[in-house]
């Protein structure tokens, strides 16, 4: 059972909209510590997407954004392409534990 | 160009230790802090432990905490995971992240399959 939740799988058609939630917990994400998402395409390592809640490292579309409030955050990707079906990762870090955490990832399909 | 090369796949038997390298390029490697990260197959990722850029600290999961050491050589800029005391349930892919435990991770090695097999 992972600290931060995320739904196991979302899909959407090309050109749709997404959004992927990740839920903690006041020891992580309400504490304010930064959540951060990652895309895993399949046999790769993962690669940054969103750091710092909302922003892009050079090099990722301005179609994928992220948020946060309270206790959770969520990833969004506008116009959906076939090259975006991959695993999907939050990731923060839990005070309570001492540790970084993930969650246990979302496999988006494109339909 | 920032990059995290990692050392080979490895097969090891139960009970026995593993070490993994990762070695740095393309950036100053004392200001980066380097995490491990493992994937099981088919599996999300967890995170394992954390050391600083100069060395001098560590942290580690608990999950594995007394079985896991992370090292750095700073002279050669490489980074090492050795966990010991192998169980099936550490077959994984192992990866090398630049970053620490409360930040994000921009970087990764290739990553290195451990299969932990009789």
């Known amino acids: 059972q992972s600290v931060l939740t995320q739904p196991p799988s979302v899909s959407g058609a090309p050109g749709q909209r997404v959004t992927i939630s990740c839920t903690g917990s006041s020891s992580n994400i309400g504490a304010g510590y930064d959540v951060n998402w990652y895309q895993q395409l399949p046999g790769t390592a993962p690669k940054l997407l969103i750091y710092g809640n909302s922003n892009r490292p050079s090099g990722v579309p301005d179609r994928f954004s992220g948020s946060k409030s309270g206790t959770s955050a969520s990833l969004a990707i506008t116009g959906l392409r076939a090259e975006d079906e991959a695993d999907y990762y939050c990731q923060s870090y839990d005070s309570s534990l001492s540790e970084s955490v993930f969650g246990g990832g979302t496999k988006l399909t494109v339909l | ?118």
């Open chain 2, 1 to 118: 160009q920032v990059q995290l090369v990692q050392s080979g796949a490895e097969v090891k038997k139960p009970g026995a230790s593993v070490k993994v390298s990762c070695k740095a390029s393309g950036y100053t490697y004392t200001t980066y802090d380097i995490s491990w990260v493992r994937q099981a197959p088919g599996q999300g990722l967890e995170w394992m432990g954390w050391i600083s850029a100069s060395g001098r600290n560590t942290n580690y999961a608990r999950k594995v905490q007394g079985r896991v050491t992370i090292t750095t050589d700073t002279s050669t800029s490489a980074a090492y995971m050795e966990l010991r005391s192998l169980t099936s349930d550490d077959t994984a892919v192992y990866y090398c992240a630049r970053g620490g435990a409360t930040s994000g991770y921009d970087y990764w090695g290739q990553g290195a399959l451990v299969t932990v097999s009789s």
